[in-house]
């Protein structure tokens, strides 16, 4: 039979052995811990980190893989994309279809139609282009830049198809976060958001199909990554 003493010493030899587990998984954490944040390889096995500290670095590892900034942007082939009469031709068709057979009030409503198609008329032929980038999509308008405009730097000058145009805006192709086509098999109007704009608050924008449209749908799809949840304006 074991005295007072011998039980208390007994006691207390069977409770430091069951903290050994446990100052062994903190020695393990923290190793762990410092291998990660120091980026070198860890003697650590992945057993050694907690359930909780695996599944609270689950999230920052996805956003991380999902963010397309973190990754080396890629370069696409330069073009720009032809001008299609398409849809001013059938505005003014519907304009002059209008005002022949539709009475008083046709006439009347041909009158902002037919401006409505000479306005994509010009725009399409005369002022505007638009260019497919290395790493973005790019506005041209017609003309020498303004004397306000900083100078090009040598990497952005126009290219030759683009001689007497001027560069008036652009998005990079990995900030435009969703796209549709209205519509695809009669291309009228094109949307698309980006979250580029106002100091990374973004903007949305509608465009008429003034330019073929088989080509400019093609672009966005190679070279944009199209989120459907964020389709809102």
């Not at 954490?29 to 907690?50: C, Q």
């Not at 990754?71 to 005002?99: N, W």
């Not at 009030?105 to 282009?129: D, E, Q």
Request: with cysteine; net charge positive.
């Amino acid at each position: 039979m074991e005295s007072p003493l011998q039980g208390r010493l007994r006691g207390q030899c069977l409770f430091l052995h069951a903290l050994r587990p446990i100052h062994y998984g903190v020695r393990a954490h923290v190793a762990g811990r410092g291998a990660l944040v120091r980026g070198r390889p860890s003697s650590v096995t992945p057993a050694a980190l907690s359930p909780r500290r695996t599944a609270s670095l689950l999230p920052a590892l996805r956003m991380q893989a999902a963010d397309p900034s973190t990754d080396t942007e890629q370069t696409h082939e330069p073009f720009v994309v032809r001008p299609d009469l398409k849809l001013s031709a059938g505005v003014l068709a519907l304009t002059a279809l209008l005002a022949t057979q539709a009475g008083g009030v046709g006439k009347v409503a041909a009158v902002p139609l037919g401006m409505l198609g000479v306005f994509l008329a010009v725009n399409t032929t005369s002022l505007i282009r638009f260019r497919f980038g290395p790493d973005a999509i790019e506005v041209w308008k017609r003309g020498p830049p303004g004397a306000d405009d900083p100078p090009l730097p040598p990497s952005e000058l126009p290219p030759p198809e683009l001689r007497n145009w001027h560069k008036v805006r652009g998005w990079h192709y990995r900030n435009i976060v969703y796209w549709k086509l209205w519509w695809p098999r009669v291309p009228i109007l094109f949307y698309f958001r980006e979250t580029e704009s106002y100091d990374g608050r973004g903007s949305i924008h509608f465009l008429p199909m003034i330019v073929q449209a088989d080509v400019w749908k093609r672009a966005f799809e190679e070279r944009t990554v199209r989120i459907r949840d964020n389709f809102r304006y």
